[in-house]
Structures are given as structure tokens and as C-alpha cells.
């Protein structure tokens, strides 16, 4: 099976920017999670969704950061416009639900400059 | 408000030797908590997990010791080696039967010396 892809790898944006990161959750999942990571505050939920519909939008992030889900198999962030402290690494991760594990993608390291 | 709190940030230990990760939660509805474990350019993967029902879980060289009342968790790594270099996520959520969402921990980077 095919886990959660995300794609680019990595992605660097000049200031001011807008990026937009793709994922691909695992086939069948009903939830799926868009993270922040860095070294200082660890994982960030950015987002939240199931079965499609937004459960959670982050409180901090809700003003540049844009999570959707076109279908039940492709979700976009977008972050729109790119600041230098968004550099971070964004993780997107898909659940079965109930008290299924959360599966990771590989990540977007995002460079803003 | 940081909800799953971590320590140490990081820790070294030499190949053999048992690695103790320790964790601590606020919410006392948390009734599920699963370690991830992560590999430098990978996302996190779940190593093991333990219910509020249990005081301890076990696979392989890894366990897990729960203490409800004083809401604290602990990680053990007997016999480490170098390939368990990583950094370990503690996290805890409310288990439902709709779904639940995790609160993680910063995560503790772990080394293991040769």
C-alpha cells in the first residue's frame, strides 16, 4: 500500500511569496493532519480534517495558512504570503480514525528567504 | 500551553546501555498515548503506544511505564543501538469513536554511541 506522499521535498520562496504543499493521504483514511515542525516548538496541527470537512484550523496560523481538501485523496496548504519564520519542515499525516495510528509523510522542508 | 511535555531534550547513551525517555500530560482525559519515533528527512513513525487501562507496555526492547495518578509516562530502550539514533515523540489524545487528535510532546533526541 501507498503511504502519505508530499510533494515537493523541499520548496525555497522568496518573501512575500505564495507556496502551496501537496499530500496525498494513505487510500481509505478518513482523517487527515497538516503539521509544522522545527527544533524550538516541536509539532504544530496547522490543521485538521475529516472525512473531508475542516475540524480544526490553528488558532495562530489561521491568517496566512490555508488547508484544503479537493477530494479524499489530494489535501493542499497553501501559505500565502511566505514569511522568513515559516521556515520550518510541514508534515502531513492521514488516520483511519477513531483510534488509528497517525501515518507521516516524508515532509516539505520549506526555505523562506 | 504546552498540553505533553518531554525530558531530557536530548540524551546520550552508549551501545547497550538502557535509555530512559520520560513524559508528563495536563489533561487527565488523555487515555491514549503512542510513542513516534523519527529518522532525520523521514516524518514520524509509530513505535508503541499504551491505554490508561494499562500501567505497562511491552515490544521488544522497547517499554513503556504508565503512572495514571501522577500523569507520567516513561519510554525504556534496553540494549540500545545505534540505529535507534532518533528523535521519540510522546503523545496523548482522548480516544473517541469518531476520532481523536493528538498532543505531542517536542520530542527527545536520542544518540547512541558505538
Known amino acids: 500500500d501507498a503511504g502519505v506522499t508530499q510533494t515537493p521535498r523541499h520548496e525555497v520562496a522568496e518573501k512575500g511569496q505564495t507556496i502551496i504543499l501537496k499530500c496525498e493521504p494513505v487510500s481509505g483514511h478518513n482523517d487527515l493532519f497538516w503539521y509544522r515542525q522545527t527544533k524550538i516548538q516541536g509539532l504544530e496541527l496547522l490543521s485538521y480534517?475529516?472525512?473531508?470537512?475542516?475540524?480544526?484550523d490553528g488558532g495562530a496560523f489561521k491568517d496566512r495558512f490555508k488547508a484544503e481538501m479537493l477530494n479524499s485523496s489530494f489535501s493542499t496548504l497553501k501559505i500565502q504570503p511566505t514569511e522568513p519564520k515559516d521556515s520550518a519542515v510541514y508534515l502531513c499525516a492521514s488516520s483511519p480514525g477513531g483510534a488509528g495510528t497517525l501515518y507521516f509523510g516524508a515532509g516539505t522542508r520549506l526555505s523562506v528567504l | 500551553q504546552q498540553q505533553v511535555r518531554q525530558s531530557p531534550q536530548s540524551l546520550t547513551v552508549w551501545e547497550g546501555e538502557t535509555a530512559i525517555l520520560n513524559c508528563s500530560y495536563e489533561?487527565?482525559?488523555?487515555?491514549?498515548f503512542p510513542w513516534y519515533q523519527q529518522f532525520p528527512g523521514e516524518g514520524p513513525a509509530l513505535l508503541i503506544s499504551?491505554?490508561?487501562?494499562?500501567d505497562k507496555k511491552e515490544d521488544g526492547r522497547f517499554t513503556i511505564f504508565f503512572n495514571k495518578r501522577e500523569k507520567k509516562l516513561s519510554l525504556h530502550i534496553t540494549d540500545s543501538q545505534p540505529g535507534d539514533s532518533a528523535t521519540y515523540f510522546c503523545a496523548a489524545s482522548v480516544q473517541q469513536g469518531t476520532g481523536s487528535k493528538l498532543s505531542f510532546g517536542k520530542g527527545a533526541k536520542l544518540t547512541v554511541s558505538p
Open positions: 489533561d487527565s482525559t488523555f487515555n491514549y
Open positions: 499504551i491505554s490508561s487501562v494499562s
Open positions: 480534517f475529516r472525512s473531508k470537512s475542516l475540524m480544526e
